[in-house]
């Protein structure tokens, strides 16, 4: 099963699944892969649902959430519909594995008093501070903004090209002046260097995805804010947007939603009503 496993990485590769979750699939497979293996099973055709069953009660009694296990069960069922999908198998033993239940937490996001109280610590860093504004002006994803290049930033028409990464396509997201003004600030002490990174280090380095992470966190401790996690400006965005009336679908294609059905997620936590008069982006 490792040469057939090795080939769903492949297939998944090729079909532009982001790299976070072909790792994830890899590492859920070869936990299945060594599980049958310790019960004598070493080939696809001999797998059972009692044999994912009981895997899956492994995973239970390693103290797994019921959110993991359901990832790693969605893992396995893929891999099984590619192997009836490549006529390796002909039924999928995964087909009549269950996944848990669990409560899904709905998306934290920032009251007004908390953004503006992480703003505000950011006041002295530029660059943090331009950080905090793109997240919160623009509801990029920390992946996107890290990737941020000089020259896909117009002032001047007031636009960011936000450049194709892995599975998400590349789009144009609007700048309001509040987005502008901190680009403007942090461009004037960015320490001059031929990388042309948006956010780099003092040494010209890129500002890598994990250090941007860290450091938001450390505002999020020094404005007194707990339980936020960065991804929450994103989450902060898209509801303050719904709530001034910007359109469902264009919010959607702004935020880089693949499906409409991710934005409207969003209106469970405004009584599921939005207006959609205006088109503006408002500011926080």
């Given at each position: 099963m490792e040469?057939q496993k090795?080939?769903?990485?492949?297939?998944?590769?090729?079909n532009?699944?982001a790299?976070?979750t072909?790792?994830?699939?890899?590492?859920?497979?070869e936990?299945?892969?060594?599980?049958?293996n310790?019960?004598?099973?070493v080939?696809?055709?001999?797998?059972m649902?009692?044999h994912?069953?009981g895997?899956?009660?492994?995973?239970?009694?390693g103290?797994y959430?019921l959110?993991?296990?359901s990832?790693?069960?969605?893992s396995?069922?893929?891999?099984f519909?590619y192997?009836?999908?490549?006529g390796?198998?002909?039924?999928?033993?995964a087909?009549g594995v269950?996944?848990?239940?669990?409560?899904?937490?709905p998306?934290?996001?920032?009251?007004?008093?908390e953004?503006r109280?992480?703003?505000?610590?950011?006041?002295?860093d530029?660059?943090?501070n331009?950080i905090?504004?793109l997240?919160?002006?623009?509801?990029?994803?920390?992946?996107?903004?890290?990737?941020?290049q000089l020259?896909d930033i117009?002032?001047e028409?007031s636009?960011?090209?936000v450049?194709?990464f892995?599975?998400?396509?590349?789009?144009r997201?609007?700048l309001?002046?509040?987005?502008?003004?901190?680009i403007?600030?942090?461009?004037?002490?960015r320490?001059?260097?031929?990388?042309?990174?948006l956010f780099i280090?003092k040494?010209?380095?890129?500002f890598?995805?994990?250090?941007i992470r860290?450091?938001?966190?450390r505002y999020?401790?020094?404005a007194g804010?707990?339980g936020?996690?960065?991804?929450d400006?994103r989450?902060?965005?898209?509801?303050?947007?719904l709530k001034?009336?910007?359109?469902?679908?264009?919010?959607?294609?702004?935020a880089?939603?693949?499906?409409?059905?991710t934005t409207?997620?969003y209106?469970d936590?405004?009584?599921?009503k939005?207006?959609?008069?205006?088109?503006?982006?408002?500011?926080?």
């Amino acid at each position: 099963m490792e040469t057939q496993k090795q080939e769903f990485i492949k297939y998944l590769q090729k079909n532009g699944r982001a790299s976070a979750t072909i790792l994830a699939y890899s590492k859920d497979l070869e936990q299945l892969i060594s599980y049958l293996n310790k019960n004598n099973v070493v080939e696809a055709s001999g797998i059972m649902s009692t044999h994912l069953d009981g895997f899956k009660k492994e995973l239970e009694d390693g103290h797994y959430t019921l959110k993991s296990i359901s990832r790693k069960l969605n893992s396995i069922k893929s891999f099984f519909k590619y192997l009836v999908l490549q006529g390796s198998l002909t039924i999928s033993p995964a087909n009549g594995v269950t996944h848990p239940k669990y409560e899904v937490t709905p998306p934290r996001a920032l009251a007004p008093l908390e953004y503006r109280a992480l703003r505000d610590s950011t006041r002295d860093d530029v660059r943090m501070n331009a950080i905090v504004e793109l997240l919160l002006q623009t509801g990029l994803r920390i992946s996107e903004l890290a990737g941020i290049q000089l020259q896909d930033i117009s002032l001047e028409k007031s636009y960011l090209k936000v450049r194709a990464f892995e599975s998400h396509d590349a789009r144009r997201v609007p700048l309001n002046k509040t987005a502008k003004i901190a680009i403007e600030n942090y461009v004037k002490e960015r320490p001059k260097t031929k990388n042309t990174t948006l956010f780099i280090t003092k040494t010209g380095n890129p500002f890598l995805i994990r250090n941007i992470r860290t450091s938001v966190n450390r505002y999020f401790r020094i404005a007194g804010i707990t339980g936020a996690k960065v991804n929450d400006l994103r989450h902060t965005f898209i509801l303050e947007q719904l709530k001034s009336g910007v359109p469902l679908v264009e919010l959607s294609k702004i935020a880089g939603h693949k499906r409409l059905s991710t934005t409207e997620k969003y209106l469970d936590l405004l009584g599921g009503k939005s207006e959609g008069k205006k088109v503006k982006i408002s500011e926080l």
